[in-house]
């Protein structure tokens, strides 16, 4: 057990210096997109399936509420929370849609499009990322090694540099959103100082 989790901890920490060093000027770029979205009366859609989901209600809620600093509430939304909407959606559409008709619905030019896919190739997330280019908003994906059919869709791609293991790249999401959750709010707490 002891030799798992110490070759755990170092395959994390190996997939962390990688990313530091592929996307540290792409993750100031998400930030500045961001940052103009909110200076501008703007916001953020985030969505993602599974964990992903799941790390789109973490966003939304740290920039809805705080991370670290009081600042103003920041309009963010994961698009997965609504069971209504998701499940109706699925249900006269198909699953693919689920994310892209709220796209559709809640977007508008001068919002981000923040979608979230270990693969890159997660159907939803690429039509809603294709929908949110329709809609005149920036785009955002944060994916594995490469950004599968995300890649071509985002203004920023923040691909993890992993390949085929998951638990790593969700762990380095988890850095990267954090580091885009205080560049954001500090760059907001100031303009209001």
């Known amino acids: ?13 190996g997939v962390l210096r990688l990313t530091e060093e592929h996307l540290s ?3 100031a770029q998400a930030a500045d997109l961001l940052v103009h979205a909110f200076r501008n009366g ?10 992903s989901a799941a790390d789109a209600q973490h966003i939304a809620g740290e920039l809805v509420g705080r991370f670290l600093l009081e600042r103003r509430g920041l309009r963010a ?12 959606l699925a249900n ?43 809609c005149g908003m920036k785009t955002i994906a944060l994916t594995g090694g ?5 890649a071509l869709l985002a ?11 998951t638990p790593r790249v969700q762990e380095a999401h988890t850095l990267v959103y954090h580091i885009l959750c205080e560049l954001v709010e500090a760059a907001i707490a100031a303009d209001e100082r």
């Open 1 to 13: 057990m002891i030799e798992t989790i110490r070759k755990r901890f170092d395959e994390t920490v």
């Open 25 to 27: 000027g792409r993750i």
């Open 42 to 51: 703007g916001g953020v859609l985030v969505f993602g399936n599974g964990g």
């Open 77 to 88: 939304e994961a698009l997965s929370t609504d069971t209504s909407v998701l499940t109706s």
């Open 92 to 134: 006269d559409y198909d699953y693919e849609r689920v994310f892209a008709r709220q796209i559709q619905a809640k977007g508008r030019s001068g919002d981000v499009a923040l979608g979230i896919t270990t693969s890159g190739n997660s159907a939803n997330v690429v039509a809603a990322l294709r929908a949110a280019r329709e």
């Open 146 to 150: 490469g950004g599968g059919k995300c």
């Open 155 to 165: 203004d920023v791609l923040l691909d993890i540099p992993c390949n085929g293991a």
